[in-house]
């Protein structure tokens, strides 16, 4: 029962950083939008492109997509693999862990090994 307990725990914490990455991700998205039709509109105007980039506010547009991609990864990682314990804790099998992911069985079974071996 601890061990369920424990793997609850995980999942919503794995849940709570989603969010954290969506909501971070939809402000610097707004951020890229604002920038993209900014520079679209100057290089249609004739300014030089280096210049732009160079006059660019840091975080530049390139970091900003670079981080909402990093930032996703990292926090569907952990929820991959918190959901997959919650579910094989739940009796669901490997077979239908995969069918619901939408992955191989042996994906998920080289999930749940390789989160096996980091709990030890």
Same mark, same amino acid.
């Given at each position: 029962?601890?061990?369920k +307990? %424990?793997?609850?725990?995980?999942l919503?914490?794995?849940?709570a *950083?989603? %969010?954290s990455a !969506?909501? &971070?991700n939809?402000?610097r &998205?707004?951020?890229?939008?604002d920038r993209? #039709? +900014?520079?679209?509109?100057?290089l249609n ?5 280096v !210049?732009?980039? %160079? $006059? *660019?506010?840091q975080?530049?547009m390139?970091?900003l997509?670079s981080? +909402?991609?990093?930032?996703? %990864?990292t #926090?569907? !990682? *952990?929820?991959?693999a918190?959901?997959?314990l #919650?579910?094989? &804790? *739940?009796?669901?099998?490997?077979e239908?862990? #995969? +069918?619901?992911?939408g992955?191989t069985?042996q994906?998920?079974s $080289?999930l749940?090994k390789q989160q096996?071996a980091i709990?030890?």
């Amino acid at each position: 029962m601890a061990e369920k +307990n %424990e793997t609850l725990e995980r999942l919503l914490t794995a849940l709570a *950083e989603i %969010e954290s990455a !969506a909501q &971070s991700n939809v402000d610097r &998205s707004r951020q890229l939008q604002d920038r993209a #039709a +900014n520079l679209r509109k100057r290089l249609n105007a004739g300014d030089d492109l280096v !210049a732009l980039v %160079e $006059a *660019e506010e840091q975080p530049r547009m390139v970091e900003l997509l670079s981080a +909402n991609l990093t930032v996703l %990864e990292t #926090a569907g !990682a *952990e929820f991959r693999a918190a959901e997959a314990l #919650a579910l094989r &804790s *739940e009796g669901l099998t490997i077979e239908a862990i #995969a +069918n619901l992911f939408g992955v191989t069985r042996q994906r998920i079974s $080289a999930l749940l090994k390789q989160q096996a071996a980091i709990q030890r």
